[in-house]
């Protein structure tokens, strides 16, 4: 493919990740605004009428709601999320110090996902259709019905308590990140197992793998050698957007563990009423979500060729 | 296309059907109110017997009988699953269906509002728009419901346009049918299995919503029963009272698990191309 194309399949791809971020705000706004005064979320409990007011006009919520808007997004702009009511401190800094701990708990996840899905997903498919096969989906489908915080509760109860292996909460170091991770993990790993297990399967119905077998290749010299890398491309997209699944289950999970990171940031400021933060932590996660989906498609064009021509 | 009922799906069925019953008969199987506290009998394990009475699940901290808080737990799980999935599948297939018909602008705004939706983190939309409405039985299902109705919208939308392009549409057009007859009367009735697995995946996922945002303390408050607010205040007891939190979240992940296997089922038999992968 030129490289027009190229340019202009990256300048829709850009234009499309940039409409979906503006979309984004533009919910997010709206749900601010669902209960009717804004102001009342933000002001601490038993505020005077006159507080209320003179607070309503400080943050520019007596303006007409277009003005607003207009506003939000230029402070967004310049990174300004705010400042919190409750700490009295820029909003950006009281998120940014516990994004590195959701995104260790996030690592630590896909790890588990990808370790236990991706060979999950090579068995099942490879040996399709025996025993080995429905005692993997059994598994799988297990791992996508586990409710993180019944998982984390059972994993704290094993290790935590029981065996005293582990600590059953708080930011101790390694130690405590295994348990989060998981329970994190493990619902992830099913995705992962899923799609894997159709993309080898995909990848071994064509004829290069028959071919293979002809020249005396054996089924798991086949996949080993040839399967594989091309069964690979689905499973990176996948691993891309999983991230923000993964950011986003952090709030059950860090909860239940108290790990410090942005989830759980996210309740305890939905619970002393500090909504500037969480409106920050859903915008953060969800344009994470939005870019590593951008990356996602980049790199599927730059892994496989086949794709760049728009089929 | 194979029919296959085995006696795994038999079983998960049953299993479901007995879900459905204790949630809707609660005040009848229930040994207890759910709500009568006793200082006396706080925190005593499963199995115990006490001036009479057996508390086959054991009590809380403020010693309730916590088989009868599961119970009617139950209830507040089920209610919520169907609401939310009833509403967001008539929101979610309206918009669907109008955009795959009218295509045009009306297509093109839907399908951003999907893609956009879709972009943010399902379980962040709904811990947002919940924290700021406030918590609450009534408002967590206008939220699932008005939040979870993108997938839904983008299966009709496939469906419909697929479908529309089919002779007998065009026929019926023809005959003199209204559009809204034809959306109702010849598309719908087309398109419904796909929904259907779409709505079985999503009755899972608003059961593990409801227990998940009550676990966070935005979902149903205390002191009536949720699955998840249960587990919640069973957290601060874990070395004292593991059955506070093991039992109620092991009757979530058997619901899930059997809504889960049925929606595979289902999924097999309205798209056989897929069961054969």
């Not at chain 1, 005692?135 to 586990?146: E, K, M, Y």
């Not at chain 2, 469906?159 to 209204?178: D, F, K, N, S």
């Not at chain 2, 699955?227 to 874990?238: H, K, L, N, T």
Request: charged fraction near 15%.
């Amino acid at each position: 493919m030129g490289a027009i194309t190229l340019t202009r399949y990256l300048a829709s791809r850009i234009g499309q990740a940039l409409l979906a971020s503006f979309g984004v705000l533009t919910i997010v706004f709206f749900i601010m605004r669902l209960s009717g005064d804004p102001t009342l979320l933000l002001v601490p409990e038993g505020a005077s009428l006159e507080q209320i007011a003179q607070l309503r006009h400080e943050l520019g919520f007596d303006r007409p709601l277009g003005m607003q808007f207009l506003s939000y997004l230029g402070d967004l702009a310049r990174f300004d999320f705010g400042e919190s009511l409750v700490q009295r401190a820029p909003v950006l800094g009281i998120v940014a110090e516990r994004v590195p701990y959701t995104v260790a708990l996030a690592v630590g996840a896909l790890v588990v996902a990808l370790g236990l899905g991706i060979p999950a997903g090579i068995a099942m498919a490879v040996w399709r259709g025996g025993i080995v096969e429905r005692a993997l989906s059994g598994f799988v489908l297990a791992g996508q019905s586990l409710p993180t915080f019944w998982s984390g509760i059972l994993l704290i109860l094993l290790f935590g308590v029981s065996l005293r292996w582990l600590p059953t909460s708080g930011s101790d170091g390694f130690a405590s990140l295994v348990m989060p991770s998981l329970a994190l993990g493990i619902v992830a790993m099913s995705t992962f197992a899923r799609m894997t297990r159709i993309s080898v399967l995909d990848e071994l119905s064509r004829d290069y793998v028959t071919a293979a077998r002809a020249r005396g290749l054996s089924r798991g010299g086949a996949v080993l050698r040839h399967v594989l890398r091309n069964a690979a491309i689905p499973v990176v997209t996948i691993a891309a957007l999983e991230i923000g699944n993964l950011l986003a289950g952090a709030v059950i999970v860090e909860t239940v563990f108290a790990w410090p990171g942005i989830g759980q940031l996210a309740i305890q400021s939905i619970q002393s009423r500090d909504f500037l933060v969480v409106q920050a932590i859903v915008l953060f996660v969800s344009l994470v979500y939005v870019f590593s989906s951008f990356l996602a498609d980049l790199a599927y064009v730059v892994i496989d060729p086949r794709i760049r021509m728009g089929r | 296309m194979k029919p296959r009922m085995t006696i795994g799906m038999a079983i998960v069925l049953a299993l479901l059907a007995a879900f459905a019953i204790a949630a809707i008969a609660a005040p009848l199987l229930a040994p207890f109110d759910p709500l009568r506290q006793s200082l006396l009998l706080r925190l005593k394990p499963p199995g115990s017997l006490l001036g009479g009475r057996s508390f086959l699940l054991g009590t809380d901290d403020l010693g309730r009988d916590l088989l009868s808080r599961v119970l009617f737990g139950a209830r507040a799980s089920l209610l919520v699953a169907v609401v939310a999935v009833v509403l967001s599948l008539v929101v979610g297939t309206t918009l669907g269906l109008l955009a795959g018909w009218l295509r045009g602008w009306v297509a093109t705004v839907v399908m951003r509002l999907v893609d956009t939706m879709l972009s943010i983190p399902a379980i962040l939309l709904a811990v947002l728009t919940v924290a700021v409405l406030g918590p609450g039985l009534l408002n967590l299902v206008v939220v699932l419901g008005l939040t979870r109705w993108p997938r839904y919208t983008r299966v009709a939308y496939a469906q419909t346009l697929q479908v529309a392009e089919l002779p007998y549409i065009r026929a019926a057009e023809m005959a003199g049918c209204g559009t809204a007859r034809v959306m109702w009367r010849h598309i719908l009735p087309n398109i419904a299995g796909p929904l259907m697995v779409v709505a079985t995946s999503e009755f899972g996922l608003m059961i593990l919503f409801e227990a998940g945002l009550s676990f966070l303390g935005l979902g149903i408050q205390p002191p009536y029963p949720s699955w998840g607010s249960i587990m919640a205040g069973g957290r601060q007891y874990i070395e004292r009272a593991w059955w506070l939190t093991v039992f109620p979240g092991a009757c979530l992940f058997a619901v899930v698990f059997c809504i889960n296997v049925a929606g595979d089922w289902l999924r097999d038999q309205v798209d056989p191309r897929a069961a054969s992968r």
